[in-house]
């Protein structure tokens, strides 16, 4: 599956999902002084955004040292996308939320959050299809990490503006999509399988 920059800049934004994770900072974050919040956002979008780098660059690596390959990257990536597609569209009921002590810092904000197992599959899977694109995928990334920032920062206008049920609403529709990217990424990966065998 060849991707463009625009495609990959969807297909991360889609996977981080800034507007699902709404919620989870808004719990993580109501210990923490308003006024520091914002600082708190960027902190860890920073975070998620480095180590997802880290993934892009020395992902080639990882796989080479841990004996796998690009294809089993591959349907291995869409595995964990139809997994989190489908917690997106039905998410599961985790009863009430308690809060979080203190500031949170690294989990579970920047890591799973934004940088989860998917999103590191992801930048590894791009880089693994077309590495002669690498600084393109950084790009994307970029793009992605400064959506989050702004959505993220934002947040607490959106719920307010739109309402809870229309967030939610909107990332059952992006899980949806993201279902449909890993049904394709699965068939391509079982097509390559077969004509290797």
């Known amino acids: 599956m060849s991707y463009t920059f625009a495609s990959a800049t969807i297909l991360l934004l889609l996977i981080t999902d800034p507007l699902g994770n709404i919620p989870i900072f808004a ?5 923490v002084a308003p006024e520091r919040r914002a600082r708190v956002i960027l902190r860890e979008v920073l975070i998620a955004f480095a180590l997802l780098l880290v993934f892009l660059f020395f992902g080639a690596q990882f796989l080479r040292v841990m004996n796998l390959s690009d294809l089993s990257l591959q349907i291995a990536g ?20 308690t809060e979080l002590p203190g500031e949170p810092l690294i989990v579970p904000l920047a890591i799973p959050a934004l940088a989860g197992p998917s999103a590191m599959a992801t930048v590894m899977l791009l880089v693994a299809q077309a590495p002669e694109r690498r600084m393109e995928w950084v790009a994307a990334l970029c793009v992605t990490m400064a959506v989050c920032a702004v959505v993220l920062l934002m947040a607490e206008r959106i719920q307010r503006l739109v309402g ?8 059952r529709l992006m899980g949806l999509i993201l279902v449909a990217i890993s049904v394709e990424m699965l068939i391509r990966g079982i097509k390559q399988l077969a004509q290797q065998l």
């Open 164 to 171: 809870e049920r229309v967030v939610m609403a909107f990332e």
């Open 27 to 31: 719990n993580a974050l109501r210990g």
């Open 78 to 97: 869409a595995v964990v996308l139809f997994l989190i597609a489908l917690r997106m569209i039905f998410p599961p009921d985790s009863g009430p939320q």
